[in-house]
């Protein structure tokens, strides 16, 4: 093989895309497919896990239309977190998959509080827990072997090798990543060992390409399926962001404040959680917390359009420090736990460029604040940070930004999820191979 393709999966609310990254890590190929939207009934929401593997498998055709399909030296599939479906000995769904917003499960998730840590990443009525039991109560884990995440699953139809889970989906099913286990209190919810997968770390060779899979889409017998991960850990991998104290903040919907560290740092408090790491064979923690601030609150007065238009006018090296809180409704956890916080978006200025910049210094502010409480509670200050999402087009808010972080603010390399799960592929293919 001269020059080894890594391709990577990934399974995003409305689509798939499947990128090939050659061994530098540069994109050499890239496809997507619509997914049909879940069928949503608030508060369920279900989708038939087959429209995931023909999207996949038309992603696939469609990508190695571009490449030669025989340099696919890996594959790994990133995927939505806490979507979970149960399916029997030989990898076939019973039923539809709960997905990641499913919220149905509000007293099974009454139970989990009753007996598991607070900073569990199992709590919640959406976590895959949650959904596990309200299948259970359903009794429909009397007919399944299996309970498999999305990631999980599609990897189990590339390779025939089923069961099998990451560490970063498995933690909302209850998987402690501390000791590396199935938690006790877990029996107490009288769940079936049997159903849950092996949990590997992503990145962890799984198996080659089944024989069928090879045949249909002409990739070499040996092609190798590595484990994933879920799709916000993808994201923040193809950044680039790989030492301790580096950074990524997302700037979408909402606020996500995402740094490497040594040690993890729980804080049910705040809703800070830390997921294990691995970067070229060290073990991180990815810290992370999430604001209700963020570009659905600055949605709500602008357009994409106007806020393109308002940009060039902005002045940011002069900050109007209004100490406005942007969020969308009363309410926050992180940096600030109190779920009756009002907004605070007044006075208004007449002009509303400078309305515009005012919500952008106070979701900036936010930002602040959230790394500064992270650094409290054991997490290294940001050495630099990168920037993901729509608002990470903004100079002028990088600018405002920067003036109050006083750190680099770098290029993500990439922000795309495949790019991540491709990237995984690569060290499971450098792992086995070597």
């Given at each position: 093989m001269d020059t080894p393709l890594y391709i990577g999966i990934d399974l995003g609310t409305s689509g798939c895309r499947a990128i090939a990254v050659d061994d530098n890590g540069r994109p050499r190929g890239e496809a997507r497919v619509a997914l049909p939207a879940a069928k949503r009934d608030d508060p369920r929401c279900e989708q038939d896990p087959a429209l995931w593997w023909l999207a996949a498998g038309d992603c696939l055709e469609q990508l190695l239309a571009q490449i030669p399909a025989s340099e696919v030296a890996?594959?790994?599939?990133?995927?939505?977190?806490?979507?979970?479906?149960?399916?029997?000995?030989?990898?076939?769904?019973?039923g539809p998959a709960l997905m990641y917003n499913d919220s149905r499960a509000t007293a099974q998730a009454a139970r989990i509080t009753a007996v598991a840590p607070a900073d569990t990443a199992a709590q919640g009525p959406t976590s895959a827990l949650a959904k596990l039991l309200w299948r259970q109560d359903e009794g429909l884990t009397k007919q399944a072997r299996h309970a498999l995440h999305q990631a999980d699953w599609i990897a189990a139809q590339l390779s025939t090798r089923l069961g099998v889970s990451d560490i970063n989906n498995a933690l909302k099913l209850g998987f402690n990543p501390q000791t590396n286990t199935w938690p006790d209190w877990l029996d107490t919810l009288h769940i079936p060992r049997?159903?849950?997968?092996e949990v590997v770390t992503p990145g962890t060779p799984l198996a080659p390409l089944s024989t069928a899979n090879a045949q249909r889409f002409g990739l070499p017998t040996d092609t190798l399926v590595v484990a994933g991960t879920t799709d916000s850990t993808a994201a923040f991998l193809a950044t680039g962001a790989s030492r301790p104290g580096e950074a990524v903040t997302s700037l979408g919907s909402t606020l996500v404040l995402k740094v490497i560290a040594e040690q993890p740092i729980f804080d049910a408090r705040y809703g800070i959680y830390s997921q294990p790491l691995v970067i070229d064979d060290q073990q991180r923690w990815l810290v992370g917390g999430a604001s209700n601030s963020g570009g659905a609150v600055l949605r709500r007065f602008f357009t994409d359009r106007q806020m393109r238009e308002l940009t060039p006018h902005l002045r940011p090296g002069r900050p109007l420090c209004l100490e406005y809180y942007p969020l969308p409704a009363p309410g926050e956890r992180f940096p600030v736990n109190d779920s009756r916080l009002a907004p605070s978006m007044s006075p208004r200025p007449d002009d509303d460029t400078r309305f515009f910049q005012a919500l952008l210094e106070g979701i900036s502010r936010i930002e602040k604040r959230g790394y500064d409480l992270l650094a409290e509670l054991g997490a290294p200050y940001p050495a630099n940070v990168r920037s993901t999402g729509g608002g990470a087009k903004n100079p002028a808010w990088t600018v405002i930004r920067h003036s109050l972080l006083s750190v680099p603010m770098l290029t993500a390399k990439h922000s795309d999820a495949a790019i991540g799960a491709a990237l995984l592929a690569r060290s499971g293919a450098t792992r086995h191979f070597q």
């Open positions: 890996a594959i790994a599939v990133d995927g939505t977190s806490a979507t979970l479906l149960l399916t029997d000995a030989e990898g076939r769904p019973l049997s159903l849950l997968p």
